[in-house]
């Protein structure tokens, strides 16, 4: 008691009640401007955990000075006191030294499509977070099987209003949930739910169950925590309108989800109602046509489902949008212009992300106006930067104007805000390898490798990279390590067949192409399969039985994406306008013309112009290359500025114009410096030109990926001939003989190939 006494004297207790009391209202005022000012919640933590830490200062401090009268400095005081601030400051550092403590907004200035500026607040990355929506279970009601599909879609639309929030339905992880042996996304393992959600780098996953019974819907919905999988609090909603529903559920995942409270007081949360339809009926038929187009590839009852939905709801600007894409796919681009046309009148109901994407997709697509697509891209960035999807857009546009640093430099920031993202890596290293950059491609496809070891497609990337590098030994053992993993893969048995073909085993390379075929179960592997047939069929100049593989390709890929197949098409045909094919070619081309979208059909000019190219229709040609050319031009689709820049040199080569063929080649080469082709036309101008070192060095590095290829050697025949190397020419034309043994009649460079062969004195067999 006399310690209790001693305290009272020393007025600690009042001292200490001062302290607390004090202590708390500073909590509380820096809680409120917290709310306010939508200040860090961990500055609220860091001040009472510096308020608790300091308590034994303050008793030190009242105990040493509280007694009325003068009091002198203990050594107690002035050892614990700086202790103890010490102590305290070191706890705040470790426990709070990463976080951010000022305001959880920063503020920006965006610059529109228009070039207007404004000031917005964003949130800090720190602050925000990535949730994935599951589709839901069914509660028992056969009748209500599509609300687990369209519930979930509605909850990510409604929590995608707010910027806090960056939220993903599983239709984006078709892939992934394909290869999981759930392509349909429904009734997922859990520990299946919580891989996908952390592999994506989401922080939180949706999942629950909906039904309806006697006219009321019961929604079940846990939010689970991707990293500590703790068990998650159910919360149910009961009600006869699930749009409203959907409106309660989405603020409690955000309540719960403990986004700022002054954040929630005065964000903007439009009911889900306004922001796609109030019609549930539209909004069932609009889930049916997402799953037809991104779970089904169902594209014509996607079109049937979406008109269905906004025949319903006119004002259903989502369901426009995708009705236009799916139009647009189906071959109708009327119909998909003026349902693009309603969309963009009714943009204003969406959320400001789904519009930033509305109005990409509407720039360059519909007003053909690339710079203001690539404007609302950035806008996209700076309003939302650790949205990947707006950096995925980013990189798409810009890979589509031939700007691989700035495509490169957005999936560098995907990985950033996603470390998971490991696709990108695949991505960073396609865009390395295609500009030649083979060490750095090298190092990213390993670092991919490291994260999946046992993954077929580390080994397969590293093969395609090595062959093109023309380390073709390696490329084979980089295929031999992934058979080990899966002895029947389809894109490792196609790889060593692609090898085989540059080694110049082309009958290996067809056996191995028609036991593939015969193994394969789905249309894409018979697609995939006939690609490669059609590429050896070429490389041997056996056109017509090319043309007919194209037929039986084009069957098969006819239930995919039709406009990506009829370009496709196109592109594969106008490869066959050789021996004899290029009048068939071109009527066939002027036809599919019919079949594309306007806005596309200029696309067809360079392959028109291959077909005319060898009918000698030279003004033709060049009129068909300058179609495509302006297009390139007005759409930035700079990716076809090396296909048309080799038909620009082919059109000077055949007018005797050497010189300005070889620039065209060289300039090809630039952009585009592993294509063999290309070295292969500008070592064949150099020796037309008498540049003979030059050309055997470039031809040199076109045979270095390719050894077996046979233009390649005929060239470097034809030109160690000139040299009087005969003996080194033979043995290059030997492997092009070996490649054209069958070659098409009518096939002039296999002809041209034979008369060096009775030059040389060699029989058309390769054989001296």
């Known amino acids: 008691m006399k310690i209790l006494a001693e305290m009272r004297a020393r007025r600690v207790p009042q001292y200490l009640s001062a302290y607390i009391l004090g202590g708390w209202g500073v909590v509380q005022f820096i809680a409120f401007l917290e709310d306010r000012l939508l200040l860090s919640p961990h500055l609220v933590n860091l001040v009472l955990l510096a308020l608790v830490l300091l308590l034994p200062s303050v008793v030190a401090l009242a105990w040493g000075h509280g007694r009325p009268g003068a009091n002198r400095w203990s050594r107690t005081e002035k050892t614990l006191i700086p202790a103890n601030l010490a102590v305290t400051a070191f706890l705040a550092v470790l426990l709070f030294g990463g976080k951010e403590l000022g305001a959880v907004t920063r503020t920006v200035a965006v610059r529109d499509e228009n070039g207007a500026v404004s000031r917005r607040a964003v949130p800090k990355a720190s602050f925000r977070r990535r949730v994935m929506v599951h589709y839901l279970a069914n509660g028992g009601d056969p009748a209500a099987d599509w609300a687990r599909r369209g519930l979930a879609l509605l909850l990510v639309d409604d929590l995608g209003q707010d910027p806090f929030l960056d939220v993903a339905a599983p239709f984006q992880f078709a892939d992934a949930l394909r290869e999981a042996?759930?392509?349909?996304?429904?009734?997922?393992?859990?520990?299946?739910?919580?891989?996908?959600?952390?592999?994506g780098h989401f922080t939180h996953f949706v999942t629950g169950e909906v039904g309806r019974e006697g006219g009321v819907w019961r929604v079940s919905l846990q939010l689970h925590d991707s990293d500590s999988g703790r068990a998650p609090t159910t919360r149910v909603h009961t009600g006869r309108d699930l749009l409203a529903l959907v409106d309660e559920a989405s603020r409690q995942v955000r309540e719960d989800l403990e986004l700022p409270d002054g954040h929630l007081a005065a964000q903007e949360d439009r009911p889900v109602a306004e922001i796609l339809s109030a019609d549930l009926g539209a909004v069932r038929d609009m889930t049916a046509g997402v799953v037809a187009m991104l779970h089904d590839n169902d594209w014509q009852g996607a079109v049937d489902s979406l008109k269905r939905a906004v025949a319903a709801d006119p004002g259903f600007a989502s369901a426009?949008?995708?009705?236009?894409?799916?139009?647009?796919?189906?071959?109708?681009?009327?119909?998909?212009g003026a349902a693009m046309s309603a969309a963009m009148a009714n943009l204003y109901r969406l959320s400001e992300r789904e519009q930033l994407q509305i109005k990409s997709f509407y720039y360059y697509n519909e007003k053909e106006d690339p710079e203001k697509a690539m404007a609302v891209a950035d806008m996209w960035i700076q309003l939302y930067p650790d949205d990947t999807n707006a950096y995925a857009q980013k990189a798409f546009l810009s890979n589509l104007r031939g700007d691989t640093e700035a495509a490169i430099a957005a999936h560098e920031r995907i990985l950033e805000i996603d470390p998971l993202r490991h696709g990108s890596l695949l991505e960073i290293a396609e865009y390395r390898q295609r500009r030649g950059e083979f060490e750095e491609a090298e190092r990213r496809l390993r670092r991919?490798?490291?994260h999946y070891p046992q993954e077929v497609r580390s080994h397969t990337k590293l093969a395609m990279l090595y062959e093109e590098w023309g380390r073709l030994d390696e490329a084979r053992e980089a295929l031999e390590t992934?058979?080990?993993?899966?002895?029947?893969?389809?894109?490792?048995?196609?790889?060593?067949a692609e090898v085989d073909i540059r080694q110049g085993r082309f009958d290996a390379a067809r056996a191995a192409c028609d036991d593939i075929l015969a193994a394969a179960e789905t249309p894409k592997a018979r697609q995939e399969t006939l690609e490669l047939m059609m590429s050896l069929?070429?490389?041997?100049?056996?056109?017509?039985?090319a043309r007919d593989s194209l037929e039986i390709w084009r069957d098969i890929a006819s239930m995919a994406n039709p406009l990506e197949v009829n370009i496709r098409y196109g592109w594969h045909l106008s490869m066959l306008a050789e021996a004899g094919q290029a009048a068939a070619v071109l009527a066939d081309l002027r036809a599919l013309r019919g079949e594309l979208p306007p806005s596309v059909q200029p696309i067809l000019g360079m392959y028109e112009a291959r077909a005319l190219l060898e009918l000698g229709r030279l003004d033709d040609a060049a009129a068909a290359t300058e179609e495509t050319e302006a297009w390139t031009e007005k759409m930035q689709a700079e990716l076809l500025r090396p296909q048309l820049l080799s038909l620009r040199g082919r059109l000077a080569e055949a007018r005797g114009e050497l010189d300005e063929a070889l620039a065209a080649y060289r300039t090809a080469m630039e952009l585009q410096p592993n294509s063999e082709s290309f070295r292969t036309q500008a070592g064949r101008a150099l020796r037309r030109l008498g540049r003979r070192e030059d050309s055997r060095e470039t031809l040199e590095s076109a045979l270095r990926s390719n050894p077996a290829q046979p233009e390649a050697n005929l060239e470097m025949a034809l030109l160690l001939h000139d040299l009087h190397r005969d003996q080194e020419a033979r043995?290059?034309?030997?492997?092009?003989?070996a490649a054209w043994d069958a070659a098409d009649d009518g096939y002039r460079p296999a002809a041209e190939a034979r008369d060096l062969a009775a030059a040389l004195g060699m029989t058309p067999s390769g054989k001296g």
């Open 731 to 737: 043995g290059h034309l030997a492997r092009t003989l």
């Open 320 to 336: 426009q949008y995708l009705l236009s894409a799916a139009l647009t796919v189906t071959g109708d681009p009327e119909g998909a």
């Open 181 to 199: 042996g759930h392509a349909d996304g429904l009734d997922l393992p859990p520990a299946l739910e919580r891989k996908l959600a952390r592999d």
């Open 448 to 450: 991919y490798a490291e």
């Open 482 to 496: 992934a058979q080990l993993l899966e002895p029947d893969n389809r894109q490792t048995l196609l790889e060593l």
């Open 537 to 545: 069929l070429r490389a041997r100049g056996r056109f017509r039985e």
